[in-house]
């Protein structure tokens, strides 16, 4: 079977899907329409010849979910006739900062960065608005005020957790005993978590409980475990709660598709069976976790729309360079994924 990029399998539904973005942003309650963006020469020019260059920040390559990410964006641009260098930034934010102002100091039309701690949002923009080079900022939400102080130059790109959250909650309602395999009335359950300062991680905690508790139901968490969104941590972790806990645990929520996957590892290892004495969700929708989903692996993940960010990222991108208006959010929709429409997500 001939293997095919996540970029080209979703290409379309993306253009179709960022071009809805782009413009349904505008009706949200929390964008504001740049009214006016200053139209700098350089910037037009590089526009009309293609000539722009675009300086990519990631905020680690090792990322499963921004692996995929990264390769889309670096297409999309190039796509573009864009110059494209995309940097590692190794999880450390001052290695980040390092290659940000590498980048200042090339010149680089517009900047597009993934930071490695929301909570430097601010001091990125300090560092870069005296240049007045854009930042189109992607995958960890910024509080507003950071894109307020840098208004017109400043953008996020990104999925609302908080969607993720209750189609985690949702999918679990959707099982045949809504989570309460031992029919105690009670959803038991333990929690990876990720990344505890990143929102996806928050939101998807608190939004996929509140779906369970907005159903009426009771719930009992045993442990929530951090994980950093890595599957070898969870994987360990999920080991240790199965052995402490047993048949306690009735649902194991994963944040993401990599501990998901650690998890599954785990719970096969404990001779559990997914969908008969214990339930797994994740978010993502990557490769290998769509495929557990349609051979009952798991019982279903979440779409998170590389293809549909990093084409919103990339057009954002290509307005600033043109000089054109850009809103200052820009939301892709997360998609349920279970086994009814698994196959719709399978490369
Ligand atoms: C993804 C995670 C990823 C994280 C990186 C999240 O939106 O779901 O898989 O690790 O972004 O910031």
């Given at each position: 079977?001939?293997?095919?990029?996540?970029?080209?399998?979703?290409?379309?539904?993306?253009?179709?899907?960022?071009?809805?973005?782009?413009?349904?942003?505008?009706?949200?309650?929390?964008?504001?329409?740049?009214?006016?963006?200053?139209?700098?020469?350089?910037?037009?020019?590089?526009?009309?010849?293609?000539?722009?260059?675009?300086?990519?920040?990631?905020y680690q390559?090792?990322?499963?979910?921004?692996?995929?990410?990264?390769?889309?964006?670096?297409?999309?641009?190039?796509?573009?006739?864009?110059?494209?260098?995309?940097?590692?930034?190794?999880?450390?934010?001052?290695?980040?900062?390092?290659?940000?102002?590498?980048?200042?100091?090339?010149?680089?039309?517009?900047?597009?960065?993934?930071?490695?701690?929301?909570?430097?949002?601010?001091?990125?923009?300090?560092?870069?608005?005296?240049?007045?080079?854009?930042?189109?900022?992607?995958?960890?939400?910024?509080?507003?005020?950071?894109?307020?102080?840098?208004?017109?130059?400043?953008?996020?790109?990104?999925?609302?957790?908080?969607?993720?959250?209750?189609?985690?909650?949702?999918?679990?309602?959707?099982?045949?005993?809504?989570?309460?395999?031992?029919?105690?009335?009670?959803?038991?359950?333990?929690?990876?978590?990720?990344?505890?300062?990143?929102?996806?991680?928050?939101?998807?905690?608190?939004?996929?409980?509140?779906?369970?508790?907005?159903?009426?139901?009771?719930?009992?968490?045993?442990?929530?475990?951090?994980?950093?969104?890595?599957?070898?941590?969870?994987?360990?972790?999920?080991?240790?709660?199965?052995?402490?806990?047993?048949?306690?645990?009735?649902?194991?929520?994963?944040?993401?598709?990599?501990?998901?996957?650690?998890?599954?590892?785990?719970?096969?290892?404990?001779?559990?069976?997914?969908?008969?004495?214990?339930?797994?969700?994740?978010?993502?929708?990557?490769?290998?976790?769509?495929?557990?989903?349609?051979?009952?692996?798991?019982?279903?993940?979440?779409?998170?729309?590389?293809?549909?960010q990093a084409?919103?990222?990339?057009?954002?991108?290509?307005?600033?360079?043109?000089?054109?208006?850009?809103?200052?959010?820009?939301?892709?929709?997360?998609v349920k994924?279970?086994?009814?429409?698994?196959?719709?997500?399978?490369?």
């Open positions: 079977m001939k293997m095919i990029s996540r970029r080209d399998f979703l290409k379309a539904s993306a253009v179709v899907g960022a071009a809805a973005a782009m413009t349904a942003c505008g009706g949200s309650s929390s964008s504001t329409a740049a009214s006016s963006v200053a139209s700098s020469t350089a910037a037009s020019a590089a526009a009309t010849n293609g000539s722009a260059t675009v300086g990519v920040c990631i390559f090792a990322d499963n979910f921004m692996t995929l990410y990264r390769a889309d964006l670096e297409g999309y641009l190039k796509d573009m006739g864009y110059a494209v260098t995309i940097m590692d930034g190794k999880n450390d934010q001052n290695t980040q900062t390092e290659q940000i102002n590498t980048f200042l100091q090339q010149g680089v039309d517009v900047l597009i960065i993934n930071p490695v701690q929301t909570t430097s949002a601010q001091t990125i923009v300090d560092t870069v608005s005296p240049s007045g080079t854009p930042i189109v900022f992607i995958n960890r939400e910024p509080d507003k005020s950071v894109l307020d102080s840098y208004a017109d130059k400043c953008c996020y790109v990104g999925a609302d957790a908080r969607q993720s959250g209750t189609y985690q909650g949702e999918l679990i309602l959707e099982t045949e005993t809504q989570g309460d395999i031992n029919g105690d009335g009670v959803i038991t359950y333990i929690m990876c978590k990720g990344d505890p300062e990143n929102i996806d991680a928050q939101y998807r905690t608190e939004y996929s409980i509140k779906a369970l508790e907005d159903a009426g139901k009771k719930v009992n968490c045993l442990y929530e475990y951090l994980d950093n969104w890595d599957q070898t941590t969870a994987q360990q972790d999920v080991a240790n709660a199965l052995s402490q806990y047993g048949d306690q645990i009735e649902v194991v929520f994963c944040n993401n598709d990599a501990m998901a996957l650690g998890a599954l590892q785990s719970i096969q290892q404990a001779g559990r069976t997914v969908g008969k004495d214990i339930y797994l969700v994740g978010v993502d929708a990557l490769a290998e976790a769509v495929q557990d989903v349609l051979d009952g692996n798991m019982t279903g993940t979440v779409l998170n729309d590389d293809v549909g084409t919103a990222a990339a057009e954002a991108a290509k307005l600033y360079v043109e000089g054109s208006a850009v809103e200052q959010y820009y939301w892709v929709d997360y994924v279970t086994k009814d429409n698994a196959s719709e997500y399978v490369k």
